[in-house]
């Protein structure tokens, strides 16, 4: 790279330099600092390489009804490429123009529907194995309102002592009619 005026050079644009490096530090990435620049001043076409090879980016939004079908470390793995796309697009984006934000917008979208897929099918996995148990965890029971938790049960509602039960028995309501006339 030479150093004429229409390149872009890290010594005079030091903030721009300090916070890739910092971006690539903390998304582990290592930027190939020979072929990640173009020759424009704007940093427009910018690559980040990691081991020596290009990383790709997936382009497609996630969608949540073809995550339902995969296991959880298909999941897991799909999680893990999204936020690796992640770092790449905010590295690239702290070099070029708003161009890749609403790509940003969109893995950001891809990363909460992964997670809650897998949240989601953790808990029903967790509400088969409490289904029968004379207890359930507190954030598996109904939420309702905090009066609704505190009343009776219909079980409990329902109990009547033994003195009343046996009065009600003995002294039943009386069904008689009155004639008109």
Partial sequence: MSSGPDLWNPDRDSDAWLMLVEVC???????????AFSTSYEPTI??????????????SKVKAGALWGKSKEDLLKQLGELKTDLGQLRIQKINSSGAKLNRIHDIRKSIARV??????????QL???????????????????????????????????????????????????????
């Fill in 127 to 181: 509400r088969l194995f409490y289904k029968n148990k004379k207890y359930l965890p507190l954030d598996l029971r109904p939420k309702q309102t905090r009066a609704i938790r505190r009343r009776l049960s219909p079980a409990e509602a329902g109990q009547v002592l033994e003195k009343t039960k046996k009065h009600s028995t003995h002294f039943p309501q009386r069904k008689y009619a009155v004639k008109a006339n």
């Fill in 25 to 35: 530090v903390k998304y582990n990435v290592d930027p190939d600092v020979s072929d």
């Fill in 115 to 124: 997670l809650t897929v897998i949240n989601l099918k953790q808990r029903s």
């Fill in 46 to 59: 910018f690559t980040v390489y990691a081991a020596n090879r290009r990383i790709k980016m997936s382009t």
